[in-house]
């Protein structure tokens, strides 16, 4: 197996990663939404930064987060009435992945295709935890819960992944 | 499409305020080269004269959350701007050596009493803590002081009176010397 990458100080990740974290919300969300998200999706990954152990996929991640933070940003806005962006397009994949160009790896590829109708929450907690194999805390921080919720809701995915599979 | 540059400084500025970062850094110009001033909440940690490696290097000493935060180094900037504009021969800024050994730390701390515009050397500074054949020890104390020209490293020379060596080039240790008006000829004539 390869080593795993060292984590780099976050100025680069950061440096590396800021405009196209921008450019899916601000394509989600609209410009003027997409700053909020934007400062949100990198506070929730400097939160976890220190409990990832490695430096690998990182450009995954930080792009799950901000899908995260564009789902809530979306939820907050129905709950209190607001319309919602026209960038938003209804039916059920609005907040489907953007192709992801990770080194090929089938264990992701399948989770992705796998995991396509969980709710969002245990979506990704399940596919930061199993295909990406991070740490709870990170995953937590990453969807701005805590550990315990991070953990409950990647256990909540796999029994509802199970249950459909018997169903079908 | 790129981030909007007051969205980047807004994002800075609330991870610092909210107490998410290990070190803030900032780049800065100086008649030796632009440098490197990073700072934790002890106080300043590193003066560097190659910034890409010292990212690396303060990561380690002090955890991986290093964020660019300009105003968080503006104390020193100022007291450095000062400094090589010849109004400030004293620094007075609170100093982070946590990562320090303690021999070394006890070697800076000495170093730090060797007054602007003199020269003391690796032997008298040894003596000085204590350990009088330790000349060796001092000189690589010296090369891994990690905050320079604040720690006056620069100050140091060879019996001799040569300058010897400078983790940041003997041009930079010339240079701040002569800023300060040392007159090493005289000294060792």
């Known amino acids: 197996m390869m080593d795993a990458m060292a984590l780099p100080p976050f100025e680069r990740f950061y440096a590396e990663h800021r405009d196209e974290v921008y450019r899916l919300l601000a394509r989600r969300l ?9 400062q949100e999706t990198f506070l929730r990954a400097l939160r976890a930064y220190p409990a990832l152990r490695h430096g690998d996929y990182l450009r995954a991640w930080v792009l799950t987060i901000a899908r995260n933070v564009a789902v809530d ?21 609005s907040f489907s992945h953007e192709p992801v160009e990770l080194p090929r790896r089938p264990a992701y590829a399948e989770l992705e295709h796998l995991t396509d109708e969980l709710p969002p ?16 805390a990170a995953i937590g921080a990453a969807l701005g819960s805590s550990e315990d919720a991070a953990r409950q809701a990647a256990s909540a995915g796999v029994r509802r992944l199970r249950r459909r599979e018997n169903t079908t | 499409m790129t981030v909007p540059t007051d969205l980047d400084r807004r994002f800075r500025d609330a991870a610092d305020r909210e107490g998410l970062v290990d070190v803030a850094y900032d780049l800065a110009d100086s008649p030796v080269g632009e440098l490197l001033l990073a700072v934790t909440d002890r106080g300043l ?17 002090f955890g991986v959350r290093v964020l660019r935060v300009p105003h968080r180094v503006d104390q020193a900037r100022r007291e450095l701007d000062e400094y090589f504009e010849g109004r400030r021969r004293e620094f007075d800024l609170d100093l982070d050596l946590t990562p320090v050994g303690a021999f070394n730390r ?18 008298a500074l040894a003596a000085r803590v204590g350990h009088p054949k330790a000349a060796r020890a001092i000189g690589g104390a010296m090369n891994r002081n990690p905050i320079p020209i ?30 300060e008006g040392a007159m090493l000829d005289t000294l060792f004539p």
Request: proline share 4%; glycine share 10%.
């Open chain 2, 106 to 123: 006890e070697a800076l701390r000495e170093l730090a009493r060797v007054p602007y515009g003199q020269v003391t050397t690796y032997g």
């Open chain 2, 45 to 61: 940690c590193r003066i560097a004269y190659r910034p890409d490696d010292a990212l690396d290097e303060l990561a380690g000493d």
């Open chain 1, 30 to 38: 609209g410009r003027q939404r997409a700053e909020d998200a934007f």
């Open chain 1, 121 to 136: 929450t245990e979506r990704a907690a399940v596919v930061l935890r199993y295909a990406y194999d991070l740490p709870y």
């Open chain 2, 150 to 179: 604040v720690l006056p490293c620069h100050r140091v020379v060879g019996a001799n009176g040569k300058l010897v060596g400078y983790a940041g080039g003997l041009d930079r240790k010339e240079l701040l010397l002569k800023l």
């Open chain 1, 73 to 93: 940003a979306f939820r907050r806005e129905k709950t209190t009435g607001q319309t919602v962006g026209a960038r938003l397009q209804s039916g059920s994949d």
